[in-house]
T-cell receptor, first 115, second 116 residues
Framework: GAVVSQHPSRVICKSGTSVKIECRSLDFQATTMFWYRQFPKKSLMLMATSNEGSKATYEQGVEKDKFLINHASLTLSTLTVTSAHPEDSSFYIC???????????FGPGTRLTVL | AQTVTQSQPEMSVQEAETVTLSCTYDTSENNYYLFWYKQPPSRQMILVIRQEAYKQQNATENRFSVNFQKAAKSFSLKISDSQLGDTAMYFCAFDGSGAGSYQLTFGKGTKLSVIP
């Protein structure tokens, strides 16, 4: 089956630092990847849509200068949380849309804690 | 804009029994995809089943099957022979690729508990 990896699974950082999260589609190509944020006991909230080789499209209310997204290849997208603050603490999930089946497969998520 | 409604916030089922989770959606598109994902306590989102709107035949995956009623815009999930490992949040999702948008619209989820 289609597998998406996400690294790191957990990260703790100090306020003001930057954190990079990687999302990789391991056995398929994904022109489009997505980044979500999930609050406890809630559904997924889409942050941005990432297309290979072009600028990401951000949802309303998501600061593009704070959440930097790069999609440099058909198997890798990265999310960098810049100048992290405690309110950025959350569970971040990526997904990759398999081109051949139009199906999104999800990474295992990253738990970010900002002290 | 598409909307997805899951009217059952929580459900429970005895082990080995059958349970049906409901999902309705609203769209003006004709071609689209529908999905059910499960999210166990590990929080990994796992694809359960996928349905293409142009296919009349209901999708099945082992113990999981759907009842897709396109005219009624209904997409329910039936889990047969429920197992303890089925305990999870279940999300219904709509993909309106037919309109060029690849985003998923999720329902709020149904928390399913399988009781031994």
């Amino acid at each position: 089956g289609a597998v998406v990896s996400q690294h790191p699974s957990r990260v703790i950082c100090k306020s003001g630092t930057s954190v990079k999260i990687e999302c990789r589609s391991l056995d398929f190509q994904a022109t489009t990847m997505f980044w979500y944020r999930q609050f406890p006991k809630k559904s997924l909230m889409l942050m941005a849509t990432s297309n290979e080789g072009s600028k990401a499209t951000y949802e309303q209310g998501v600061e593009k200068d704070k959440f930097l997204i790069n999609h440099a290849s058909l198997t890798l997208s990265t999310l960098t949380v810049t100048s992290a603050h405690p309110e950025d603490s959350s569970f971040y999930i990526c997904s990759a849309r398999e081109d051949s089946t139009d199906t999104q497969y999800f990474g295992p998520g990253t738990r970010l804690t900002v002290l | 804009a598409q909307t997805v409604t899951q009217s059952q916030p929580e459900m429970s089922v005895q082990e080995a029994e059958t349970v049906t989770l409901s999902c309705t959606y609203d769209t003006s598109e004709n071609n689209y995809y529908l999905f059910w994902y499960k999210q166990p306590p590990s929080r990994q989102m796992i694809l359960v089943i996928r349905q293409e709107a142009y296919k009349q035949q209901n999708a099945t995956e082992n113990r999981f099957s759907v009842n897709f009623q396109k005219a009624a815009k209904s997409f329910s999930l039936k889990i047969s022979d429920s197992q303890l490992g089925d305990t999870a949040m279940y999300f219904c999702a709509f993909d309106g690729s037919g309109a060029g948008s690849y985003q998923l619209t999720f329902g709020k989820g149904t928390k399913l508990s399988v009781i031994p």
